[in-house]
C-alpha cells in the first residue's frame, strides 16, 4: 500500500473520530428546534412531520401542488402559468412553502449554517431528478405568491 494510501485513510479515520468526539462534547439537534437528535444535520422526528412534501399532480412550470391533474394542460401546467408564463420552462420544489419549509428556508438564507443547506439540497436533488442535468443551475427560491 502507498504512502498517499495510507496517509488518506488515516485521515479519514482522524475526522470520523473527531466528530465523534464533537457529538459527544455538543450531542446533534434539530436544525429547527434544537431537540436531541442522532445524526447532526438533521430534523427531529416532530419537525421534519410538520414538512409538507410536493407531490403529484404539480404544475411542472411552477412546481405549484394542484388539487387533482384536472387542473394542469396536456403539458402538465396550471392555469396560471398558461396565462402568465414564468421566465424558466420547469420548476421543482421539495417542500410546500409553509411555516416549516419557511423556517428552515429563511435559516438557509441568513443564519450562514452549511448544515441548512446539506440537509435542504438533499431534498431539492430528490425533487428535481427528472430536470436537472450537469449543466443546471439550481436556486432555492421559496413558492409563493
Not at 394542484?66 to 398558461?82: F, K, R, T
Request: glycine fraction near 6%.
Amino acid at each position: 500500500m502507498s504512502r498517499h494510501v495510507v496517509w488518506s485513510k488515516l485521515s479519514v479515520l482522524a475526522r470520523k473520530a473527531t466528530l465523534a468526539g464533537i457529538d459527544v462534547i455538543f450531542p446533534p439537534a434539530c436544525l429547527l428546534c434544537g431537540e436531541e437528535i442522532q445524526q447532526s444535520g438533521l430534523l427531529c422526528a416532530g419537525c421534519f412531520a410538520h414538512l409538507v412534501s410536493v407531490g403529484q399532480p404539480f404544475c411542472v412550470r411552477c412546481a405549484l401542488p394542484q388539487s387533482s391533474a384536472e387542473c394542469l394542460n396536456a403539458e402538465g401546467e396550471c392555469l396560471e402559468c398558461v396565462q402568465h408564463p414564468p421566465p424558466w420552462h420547469a420548476a421543482r420544489s421539495a417542500f410546500v412553502y409553509e411555516k416549516t419549509a419557511r423556517d428552515l428556508l429563511l435559516r438557509l438564507k441568513y443564519a450562514d449554517c452549511p448544515q441548512y443547506a446539506s440537509f435542504a439540497g438533499r431534498y431539492m436533488w430528490q425533487a428535481g431528478e427528472d430536470v436537472l442535468r450537469r449543466e443546471s443551475l439550481v436556486i432555492p427560491v421559496p413558492v409563493h405568491k
